[in-house]
Each structure stands twice: as structure tokens, then as C-alpha cells.
């Protein structure tokens, strides 16, 4: 029996809100121009006052992003050159130039050397003050 009512109530419910319907569209017909038209700004109003206050930073938010996206993508390809880790980078210590055969010969005739390099600095000194020669 409950079921029946149930139905009932909601077929009367459905010609009520077609009835009022139709009246609403009818008396909608029936307004001037002036009228629609304050109707219409008071909605677009009330629309508005709905809709969250924006800040005029957040026009920017979008092309703040796409800038930050771009900096990072930069960072990311121009980070660090790649390095071949399977090749030993070229270095060469003192103890290898050291122990090759040639430099054998020069520090067997070190004490040579160096009195070359000390006469060549005593030349330049003597030259240089113009007050020999």
C-alpha cells in the first residue's frame, strides 16, 4: 500500500512542477525589453558574486609556469658534458717523466744544467744594467 502512495505523490509531483513551469515561461513571454534586459544584468551580478576574487598575479600564473618550466628544462640539458668513465683522463706525474730513458741523460749531466741556467741569468743582469761591456 505504501508503494501505491509512493507512486501517487510522485505523478503529483510532476504535474505540479509542469504546471508551474508552464505558467513561469508564460509570464516570461510577457515581459518587455527593459525589464528582461535588468533581469538579465541582476543575474550576470549575482553570477559574479559567486565566482572567487581573483588577483591580478593570478593572469600571470600560467606563463609563470611555462618560465619555470623552460629554466628547469635548460638546467637539465646544459647541466654536465658526459664523461666517458671506461677512458682514464691523460695524466702524466713527475715520476713518470722522470723514469722515461731520455731524462736519464739529463740528470746524469744535472750539475751541467743548472750551471747554464745560472751563467744565462748572470748574462742577462750584466746586459741588462747597460754598465758592463
Known sequence: MNERNDKT???????FAARAKERFDQ????????TQS????????????????QGPWL??????????????AVVI???RAPVDELTPLPTANDFEILLNEESFEML?????????DLEAELDDDLDGNGNVG
Open 38 to 53: 535588468r533581469l538579465n544584468r541582476g543575474r550576470h551580478a549575482a553570477l559574479a558574486e559567486l565566482q572567487p576574487r
Open 9 to 15: 505523490a510522485s505523478i503529483e509531483d510532476e504535474a
Open 77 to 79: 640539458l646544459n647541466g
Open 108 to 116: 746524469e749531466e744535472l750539475e751541467f744544467y743548472s750551471w747554464m
Open 59 to 72: 593572469q600571470w600564473a600560467p606563463a609563470a609556469g611555462v618560465a619555470a618550466a623552460a629554466v628547469v
Open 27 to 34: 509570464s516570461v513571454r510577457g515581459l518587455d525589453g527593459q
